[in-house]
């Protein structure tokens, strides 16, 4: 059974970091593509990066040059790690995994970990 | 990028069929053939229902089908049960800058 396991979440002040980790087990995590995606509350569900098998990542326009997402193949763990954090990016992010084919879905999800930035 | 556009709530009695619809562009659903469908009830993390247009993973009720026109996805709930009230999301891939983009979400409420 695919399990994705989010932590790292919490209260941070605007301008600060903080980093997500996501354990994964029951699959071959080396071998999929991995993504955050977040969402506000009450609000739709975004997506925020992603990374290869090879460790290359790509992130949305809102949060490049700010977030960095990587993994550890050996540790079978996902990070997100997120600088000059603004209000705007107070959310659950959750990390979910990608198939195995040539087209992106999310075929399994983490329950979420909530970051909240304020003052 | 903008989200994709879905509408807000769309509500039907248990037997019955609804659709939800989702718009794009010509640069994400017009373009790729790479749209999914996600129900969330609330407090949970989403769960995929719908891959590639039209496939459903497997455990997934043949309830749920889902199709393409243009640059609108749709989604078809047929036999509505009181379980199928969630908030529904689709997405598209859009490309090699933008990737992939979330529609606004659609509240179903089952009467």
């Known amino acids: ?119 | 990028q903008s989200a994709l556009t879905q509408p807000a709530s769309v509500s039907g009695s248990p037997g019955q069929s609804i659709t939800i619809s989702c718009t794009g562009t010509s640069g994400d659903i017009g373009t790729y053939n790479v749209v999914s469908w996600y129900q969330q009830h609330p407090g949970k993390a989403p769960k995929l229902i719908i891959y590639d247009v039209s496939e459903r993973p497997s455990g997934i009720s043949y309830r749920f089908s889902g199709s393409k026109s243009g640059n609108t996805a749709s989604l078809t709930i047929s036999g509505l049960h009181a379980e199928d009230e969630a908030d529904y999301y689709c997405c598209s891939f859009a490309g090699l800058k933008t990737f992939n983009v979330f529609g606004s979400g659609t509240k179903v409420s089952v009467l």
């Open chain 1, 1 to 119: 059974e695919v399990q994705l396991l989010e932590s790292g979440g919490g209260l941070v002040r605007p301008g600060g970091s903080l980093r997500l980790s996501c354990v994964a087990s029951g699959f071959t995590f080396s071998k999929y593509d991995m993504h955050w995606i977040r969402q506000a509350p009450g609000k739709g569900l975004q997506w925020v990066s992603a990374v290869g098998v090879s460790g290359t990542g790509y992130s949305s326009d809102s949060v490049q040059g700010r977030f960095t997402i990587s993994r550890d193949n050996s540790k079978n763990t996902l990070y997100l790690q997120m600088n000059s954090l603004r209000p705007e990016d107070t959310a659950v992010y959750y990390c979910a995994k990608d198939s195995l084919g040539e087209t992106t879905y999310f075929d399994s999800w983490g329950q979420g970990t909530l970051v909240t930035v304020s003052s």
